[in-house]
């Protein structure tokens, strides 16, 4: 499975970023969760936000809303608006491919690259 992040960048505290990531290689792109995660240097990996192949979306506490998660199948992508960002969000953020079982998200083993977010001023 390959996953191609994109769309990362400065900005200001308050400003929006919209992350875009292509997934290729899945069985079947449409049966699988996906999700963002983030993380800071010598930082665990945080999941920020999922979404079901039904459309369940979670969101960690620290960026419900302010972040959206959508999919587009016909892509194969899966997309973080982030709105009202703030400094704390600073990361590398990441896409992943899993699956969503009793209300909980298991990822996969492939991440990507990732694509860096810096929110300052």
């Known amino acids: 499975v390959q996953l191609q992040a994109s769309g990362g960048g400065l900005v200001q505290p308050g400003g929006t970023l919209s992350l875009s990531c292509t997934v290729t290689?899945?069985?079947?792109?449409?049966?699988?969760?996906l999700a963002w995660y983030r993380q800071i240097p010598n930082q665990q990996r945080e999941l920020v936000a999922m979404?079901?192949?039904?459309?369940?979306?979670n969101y960690a506490d620290s960026v419900k809303d302010r972040f959206t998660i959508s999919r587009d199948n016909d892509k194969n992508s899966v997309y973080l608006q982030m709105d009202s960002l703030k400094p704390e969000d600073t990361a590398v953020y990441y896409c992943?491919?899993?699956?969503?079982?009793?209300?909980?998200?298991?990822?996969?083993?492939?991440w990507g690259q990732g694509t860096q977010v810096t929110v300052s001023s």
């Open positions: 992943n491919s899993g699956g969503y079982y009793s209300g909980s998200y298991y990822p996969d083993n492939d």
């Open positions: 290689g899945l069985p079947s792109f449409t049966m699988a969760a």
């Open positions: 979404i079901s192949n039904l459309g369940t979306t």
